[in-house]
Structures are given as C-alpha cells and as structure tokens.
C-alpha cells in the first residue's frame, strides 16, 4: 500500500500530472498495475497531504494561488531557520562530522551546477536536496516531516521558482553563506540566512507575477 503511495506521489511531484490536472484512477490502475483499493487509499494519503483536492469527478492535483504559496513559503522559513540553527547548533557542539560538512558543500554545488547549465529540473531536485539535508542534519523529525509535504506542494505549484535563471548566482551565493555558518557553529546566523534566503525566493516570485 504504501509503495502505491509513493510510486503515484512521485509522478504528481515530477511532474506526469502537474498542477491542475485530474487524476484517473482508472488510468493509475492501468499504468502501476495495480487494484483500484491502494490507489484510492493512496490519493486519500495525497489530499491529506495537500498534494491532491475533490473534483467533480475524482481528484485534481492542487494549483496554489499566490496567497496559498506565499502561506506555505512562510511555514517552510519558519522551518527552514529553525533546521539550520540546530544544524549549527550541532556544529558548534562538535556533533558533525566533517565529511557531513562536506556532503553538504557538495550539495550546494550541485544545484549551482544544474542551474548554470540550464538543466532547472535537475537544480531543482538538487536545491531540495541540499535544503533536505540540513533538515536531516538537525535531526528534528517533525520538521523533516512538514518540511518534505511543504516542498512537495511548491515543487508542484510553481518549479520554475526554485531555480530561476534571475537568481541563479544569487541563490548559489545564499546557499554558500548558509553552509559557512553552519560550518563556523554559528546558530544564529545560519536561522537568519536561512529565512532569507527563503524569503527572497517568493519575494523573486511575488515580483515575477505581477
């Protein structure tokens, strides 16, 4: 059952069925070969989430207007400096290890890479990672929870946003200032950058709509 659910949130989030589209289940039935019982199961799971939404006639992948994504960048700053202060916190008291600083740097510079090359599918699955990562680091499961829902509803309401090519040096540069605080222990920089950096990511995408 809970493979369904996955497998059918996958093709939501990478993007078979984007942002306002029905899902059939019929159609999922056909394609994971599968009974109709886990997948009605699983897209009960997904509008739990708030992947999914009743429609007419079964469930439609959830469209976020500007107001419902501003709401859910806010909760994902909130989340976003808290998850990197513990991390920093965790630096700081001698708790990382270096090759885990290390994984992290190696993060960032991959979505830069990604981004750079033009590839923003692959940036942005990178830049989830990297931002996924300080999440595990904090080792606060809650927040690595509604954090993974959170990214799941941007990701499919606007994936563009995360790595647009307007801010694909600036966000490079906030995501290394970011791994610096982490890396030096300072807590309380690393939640300040952390917010901003997502603050300026629906600041960018406020701007890009008007």
Known sequence: MNSVYEDVRGLIVLGTYPAGQPVNEQELCDRLGVSRTPVREA?????????VEPARRGVTVIELDLKALRDDYLVRAALEGLTAELTASRQRDGELAPAELARL???????????????FAAGVRHNRAFHAYIATLAENPPAVEVLDRIWDRIIVSTRASLAAPIRSGQVDDEHRHLVAAIAGGRPDDAAFMARQHVMSTIYALEGSRK
């Open 43 to 51: 897209l009960r799971r997904l509008e739990s989430d708030g992947l």
């Open 105 to 119: 740097e190696k993060l960032a510079a991959e979505a830069d890479r990604a981004t750079r090359k033009r590839d």
